[in-house]
């Protein structure tokens, strides 16, 4: 995706989004360091003066703070210990 798309999804979708779900400016936003992510035009966005929600960014090969991951685990091993097998023999 190309920076400029980027900037127009956060602009104009995100951020409404995180002023209306967080008016305290208590939001964080996560993003990954994808090219788009961390290009000129974005860093530059987001530092200009907002209180409607900070940026914490990704740290680089984090599989442990991949909390889909943990969901994942969790999920697992909540159904395998309610799976019964069918014997079909």
């Known amino acids: 995706?190309?920076?400029?798309?980027?900037?127009?999804?956060?602009?104009?979708?995100?951020h409404p989004y995180m002023s209306f779900v967080f008016p305290t400016g208590n939001g964080i936003f996560q993003q990954d360091s994808a090219e788009c992510h961390k290009s000129r035009i974005m860093?530059?966005?987001f530092e200009e003066p907002t209180d409607e929600f900070h940026l914490l960014s990704w740290p680089p090969n984090s599989p442990n703070l991949?909390?889909?991951?943990?969901?994942?685990d969790v999920m697992e091993r909540q159904l395998g210990v309610q799976t019964e097998y069918l014997n079909f023999a």
């Open 1 to 14: 995706m190309k920076a400029a798309n980027y900037l127009n999804i956060i602009a104009d979708q995100l």
């Open 43 to 45: 860093l530059e966005w």
């Open 66 to 72: 991949n909390p889909m991951e943990h969901i994942w």
